[in-house]
């Protein structure tokens, strides 16, 4: 069996959200766990992603935290994560994903030996086991889909210029205070040679027809937004580096190094304060792996023969069910699948949203390059503009966020 297998009878986008795709991460999760925290959030639902996006909430402690994906090898990774995270100290977890300041590549009889002593289901550990005997024992942490791919062009482009050049690009890592380093990029940007790199990444990363074929499958979204795709990449590494320091920002190492180089630019999940409180949490929030889209089919389509193009009636029913169960929820982070939908769909999912939301519930949206239209926000309250300062920070400027609020 192999977490990367295709399967024929689904459509394009399903095809692409029923791999492993992501072993990290391509979000700074920072923004939700903190906007959750601040919120008070006591009932949770989010896509589950690499588990790195999701189970970080067990720290605030919530009542229920949910988490859902079309893929079961996404969600099977989560149940790992949270496995690794009860059973193992903040060191040894570090250690086992390849964390910083340990190597994925290093410790791979250590991370055998951690393996082979955890206590996991018997056929989850057979499919896990499959997976790091596959990898050789090495962290999992750069092995998705997506990590594989966005890394190899930085990986390439440091063997093209050498040691020495590279070098002239990794300065930038070793500021520790914002001002001294947006002094530095107003400097460097003014010279010629080091522009040269990040204008690489940008037109490697920004292939639409080289992620499209290679990652998405050919459901990458279609890009409605006004920029051209340099434009934006160009606009997003440059927010980037002035909003944020290069050295804790995780997205910047990965675009200019291919992997996590400094302890500080470490996601939530491997944040020590978040690890520890979420390790306090797990035993006792309410923790539930759903696999499905995380938008509930409408109450008048249930038991519909015809069902639709992503599965049968009966099967649509009794998830939308287990979300409805698990609700109602007062925090809903959605990453960027709002950006896939078409049709119907992005005219209304909020409003599919409603029968599992509580009065008061704050729903967050990513987009990558398209921005859902027509979206019917009837019955919600757009609050982006609150959050603009903790928007303004998060480390990848990759997204269009909004941030919406039930009013019931």
Request: hydrophobic fraction near 35%; charge should be neutral; charged fraction near 25%.
């Amino acid at each position: 069996m192999s977490f990367f297998r295709k399967q024929k009878h689904l459509d394009k986008s399903s095809q692409y959200f029923t791999g492993l795709n992501y072993t990290l991460a391509n979000e700074d999760s920072w923004l939700e766990l903190n906007m959750a925290k601040k919120l008070g959030s006591r009932k949770i639902l989010t896509v589950c992603g690499s588990g790195g996006r999701s189970l970080p909430f067990l720290s605030l402690n919530p009542e229920t935290l949910t988490l859902v994906d079309l893929s079961t090898a996404q969600l099977d990774l989560a149940r790992f994560k949270a496995a690794t995270l009860s059973q193992l100290d903040f060191e040894a977890y570090c250690l086992f994903w390849g964390f910083p300041p340990y190597d994925p590549l290093e410790n791979t009889l250590a991370r055998r030996k951690i393996f082979e002593s955890l206590a996991l289901d018997h056929d989850l550990r057979e499919r896990l086991d499959h997976i790091m005997r596959f990898h050789r024992d090495e962290g999992l942490i750069y092995q998705g889909r997506w990590e594989q791919r966005y890394t190899a062009t930085p990986r390439l482009l440091r063997q093209v210029i050498g040691p020495v050049l590279a070098r002239f690009y990794d300065d930038i890592f070793e500021f520790r205070d914002l001002d001294s380093q947006r002094q530095y990029l107003e400097k460097i940007l003014q010279n010629p040679l080091w522009k040269a790199l990040p204008r690489a990444l940008i037109f490697g990363i920004g292939n639409a027809h080289f992620f499209n074929t290679f990652i998405y499958k050919g459901a990458m979204v279609t890009k409605n937004i006004p920029q051209t795709s340099f434009d934006f990449y160009r606009q997003a590494f440059r927010g980037a580096m002035w909003n944020s320091l290069a050295r804790e920002n995780f997205f910047l190492q990965l675009s200019f190094f291919g992997k996590i180089v400094f302890p500080e630019a470490n996601p939530p999940e491997a944040h020590p304060d978040v690890y520890t409180g979420s390790k306090k949490a797990l035993p006792v929030v309410d923790l539930r792996y759903i696999n499905s889209g995380v938008i509930p089919e409408p109450e008048n389509t249930m038991g519909d023969s015809k069902g639709d193009s992503k599965g049968d009636s009966k099967g649509d029913s009794k998830v939308s069910g287990q979300l409805r169960e698990s609700g109602p929820f007062d925090f809903v982070s959605l990453s960027d699948v709002p950006s896939y939908f078409k049709g119907d769909l992005e005219q209304e999912y909020l409003q599919r949203l409603r029968p599992i939301l509580c009065p008061g519930a704050v729903v967050v949206s990513r987009c990558y390059l398209r921005i859902p239209e027509e979206t019917n926000i009837n019955g919600f309250t757009d609050i982006t503009n609150d959050w603009k300062e903790a928007i303004e920070v998060e480390k990848t400027h990759m997204y269009k966020i909004f941030v919406y609020r039930f009013e019931g």
